[in-house]
């Protein structure tokens, strides 16, 4: 996932969360997604968030927050069973 801020100066607190369908918080990063981060006016500042081995507990739309001194940035998306079995060659494969 990224997350992209125009412009900005400073520091800020950050926390990435993510959430299931019935709206359970899911963490699958260290240290609870919490840390400081940096911005330098003129520039954007990108947040690029990799999960590897993230566990689906069911399908439907996750939301995706990125909180700035508290205040949340979302993204909402999808995750659904794919209805082919071609679909990276195995059977009931998340897309």
Known sequence: MLAIFNDGEGEADIQIRVFTPDQEAIN????????????????????????????????????????????????????KEATSERVLGVKNAAV
């Not at 590897?52 to 990125?66: H, L, N």
């Not at 949340?72 to 995750?79: A, G, Q, R």
């Open 28 to 79: 699958p990063l260290p240290n609870e997604g919490r840390g400081r981060i940096r911005f330098t006016r003129g520039e954007n500042t990108v947040v690029s968030v990799e999960w590897v081995g993230f566990k689906v507990p069911k399908w439907g739309a996750y939301e995706f927050q990125v909180l700035l001194d508290g205040r949340p940035y979302t993204h909402k998306f999808t995750i």
